[in-house]
Structure formats: C-alpha cells, structure tokens
C-alpha cells in the first residue's frame, strides 16, 4: 500500500488550524472594520465595509490624554510586576532546584497549591489588608499582589529548568571560586534567559489584562489602568457603537504587539524547557 505524502496527511491538521484562526480573526476584523463607520452607517450596514472610512474614532481616541495615561500606568504596573516575581521567583526556584534541606517538598507543595486559589475568594481580605497598609489608590496595592499571585506558576516553571542544568557546572563553578550565589548570577541565571524570558511574557500579558484587582484597588481614575478605562469608556459611549468599536481595537493593540514580538520567546522558552532531559 503506497504511503500518502506528509503534506496530504497533515492537511486535516492544516485545515483545523486555518477554521481556529478564522474563528479568532473576523470578530478582531469586524472590530477594526467597525470603528472607521459612524454609528448609524453600523445600525445599516454592520458587516460591510465602510462606505466612508472615517478616522475619527481612531484619531479622537488617540489624541486623548487619558488614553495614553492609561497606556502608561498598565506599562508601569506590568513593567513592576514582572521585575518583582520573576526576581522573587528565580531566588526562590534556585532554593528548590539545588539545594536539599528539610521540608523542601513540603514547602514547594505548599506553593504549587496557590494554582488552585481563586483570586475572588481572597478579594475582601486583600482589600481590607490593603487598606490597613494604606496601599489603596497606590500601583503598589496592585503590584505586590499580582506578584504575590504569579508566584506559584513562575516558580515551577523556573524549577523545573534549574534542575535540568548539569551539577558538573556548578561544580566547576565551585572550584573556580563561585559561591552559591555567584554560580546563581553568574552562570545559572544566564543559562535559564530561555525561560526567565518565557515567564516575563506571561507575567506581562497578566498583568495587562487584569481588571478585577485594579478596580477594587484603585478609586481614584488617575492610576486606572487600561481594562478599567476600557469599561468606563464603554458606559460613557454606550450609544456611540463604533466609537467603542475603536477604543476596543486601540486597547488590544499593545497587547497584540507586544505578543507578536514575544511569541517566539514564549514558544522557545516552553519548548527548551520541555525538551531538556
């Protein structure tokens, strides 16, 4: 019986990943369709194309301060996020990965169990512990517990790659003089960029598309990130459909440019981490 070629025996594969990719780019394209139409060219005609590509929504959207404000305090509580648990989390790894001492399964089951606490059931003793540090209103009333959430998964991730570095390394870092923190800095952490890379990616992209723990922190619109602005606008325009059409599309940009240029990194890192043995 005559074999079919590769490429005849992977189409199925093919065609189901082209229906997956459709099913995610048509509603991204109606969106960015939608916003160059007025509102009552969208009640007429909501899935043709613009009969007048009109740029307004985009342009009026794009020349607003509190726009870019919301821009610049998701970038800054994603950019403190990330530096604080991928540190926190690579020290931590470190620990569980290379050293042997007493409970050490113990405590990494402990922290592998936080996968599987819901942030909602901690939302009123967060809050009622933030407001008695007076970290209400303040990125670090976000940062801290994002940080404190991505714990779990960045540190097995990060694990699991230590562990795969060879002890002959470490041993030759020894005898050249490096402690265990200078085989740690020096050597393990440059080593692991694959994966340290991997897990400020997803660190990042959590952190962007965190609404709940902003808006129970922040009151005050001046730190409100770019998901709360997003809800807001929508109530405030709930009339004006493209208007918000093009505030949906320009607030998924940096997030969908930012991944585009990560994903390779991402992909990378998963797959070293997977294939290392």
Request: proline share 6%.
């Amino acid at each position: 019986m005559t074999r079919r070629p590769k490429a005849v025996r992977a189409l199925p594969l093919h065609g189901i990943l082209v229906a997956v990719g459709a099913l995610m780019a048509v509603p991204l394209l109606y969106a960015v369709l939608s916003g160059f139409k007025s509102t009552d060219e969208l009640s007429r005609n909501p899935f043709g194309l613009p009969e007048h590509w009109l740029t307004g929504n985009y342009t009026g959207i794009l020349g607003s301060g509190d726009f870019w404000r919301l821009v610049g305090n998701s970038t800054l509580i994603a950019v403190g996020t990330t530096v604080l648990v991928v540190a926190v989390s690579a020290a931590a790894a470190f620990s569980f990965a290379r050293f042997a001492f007493r409970g050490r399964e113990a405590l990494f089951t402990v922290f592998t169990m936080g996968l599987m606490f819901p942030f909602a059931v901690a939302a009123l003793p967060l809050f009622l512990l933030l407001r008695h540090l007076g970290l209400l209103d303040n990125p670090l009333g976000v940062i801290l517990p994002q940080a404190a959430f991505g714990l779990p998964m960045t540190i097995i991730i990060l694990r699991g790659f230590f562990r795969e570095i060879p002890g002959e390394l470490e041993e030759a870092a020894t005898l050249d003089g490096c402690g265990a923190f200078g085989f740690f800095w020096r050597v393990l952490l440059p080593m692991a960029r694959p994966a340290l890379g991997t897990v400020s990616v997803l660190a990042v992209v959590t952190s962007w598309n965190n609404f709940f723990l902003p808006l129970l922190v922040f009151t005050d619109s001046t730190w409100w990130t770019l998901p709360i602005g997003v809800q807001q606008f929508q109530g405030q325009y709930s009339a004006e459909y493209a208007r918000v059409f093009a505030y949906l599309v320009l607030a998924m940009v940096p997030a969908l440019a930012f991944y585009s240029v990560a994903e390779r990194q991402l992909v990378g890192g998963l797959t070293a981490g997977a294939t290392k043995g």
